[in-house]
């Protein structure tokens, strides 16, 4: 398995700002993923953070919205731009190790727009 | 793409009885079905998964069948205990580290 932790645990936000929310492994993994869940819902992928090149985006994300960084095989950034309050969700990041399909997430990071 | 449904949305059991939760899924390629459950405020944590090769997996009081023809599988909980109480996920992939598709959930709920 793998360890995860994210950055930060939960904030409230003003609309049109932005928030850059960290995932750590504490391992090398080769796939990272960042999920959102809205209140009460499901999972949704928004992206694969692709270490070296651009992240690749699911139908109805964009990178403009949603800045991805993975600078490394252990860290990836998920930044939450020009915010309004239907971005309130529950962000996570999961992350995919080399020799299973097995998926493991971080803790999330609870946003709250205003 | 995958399209993934999960039933009932809500299921309330008295403790020490058993709860089923089934997946449906509508690509006949995917052969990875993982579970998560997902306690408030927590991230979702695997509790059992199967691949295609094989039919059922059992862990302790947790299993899951899997039935590829009819393209369902589904989660047995049993002697539930009041810590069983969360919201369970199933998923569906190709392998591979491809995309999950999740389901909507099940809230669970053990009484004691």
């Known amino acids: 398995s793998a360890v995860i932790s994210q950055k930060p645990s939960r904030d409230i936000c003003q609309r049109g700002t932005s928030l850059t929310i960290q995932c750590q492994v504490d391992s090398q993994v080769t796939m990272m993923f960042w999920y959102r869940q809205q209140p009460g819902q499901s999972l949704t992928l928004i992206a694969t953070a692709n270490q ?8 109805g994300f964009v990178i403009d919205k949603f800045p991805i960084s993975r600078p490394n095989l252990t860290f990836s950034t998920l930044t939450v731009s020009n915010m309004s309050p239907e971005d309130s969700s529950i962000y996570l990041c999961s992350v ?13 990071t609870r946003l709250t727009v205003l | ?6 039933h009932p949305s809500t299921l ?14 509508s690509d006949s390629a995917s052969n990875y079905f993982p579970w998560y459950k997902q306690e408030l405020g927590k991230g979702p944590q695997l509790i059992i998964d199967i691949r295609s090769n094989v039919g059922e997996k059992k862990d302790q009081r947790i299993a899951v069948t ?5 393209k369902h599988f589904s989660l047995h909980i049993t002697e539930t205990q009041p810590e069983d109480s969360a919201v369970y996920f199933c998923a569906a992939s190709r392998g591979g580290n491809n995309r999950l598709a999740f389901g909507k959930g099940n809230q669970v709920v053990v009484i004691p």
């Open chain 1, 52 to 59: 070296g090149s651009e992240a690749t985006y699911e139908s």
């Open chain 1, 96 to 108: 995919g190790l080399d020799s299973t399909d097995t998926q493991y997430f971080g803790p999330g």
């Open chain 2, 1 to 6: 793409g995958e399209n993934v449904e999960q």
């Open chain 2, 12 to 25: 309330s059991v008295q403790e020490g009885d058993s709860a089923v939760i089934k997946c449906t899924y």
């Open chain 2, 66 to 70: 899997l039935n590829k023809t009819a």
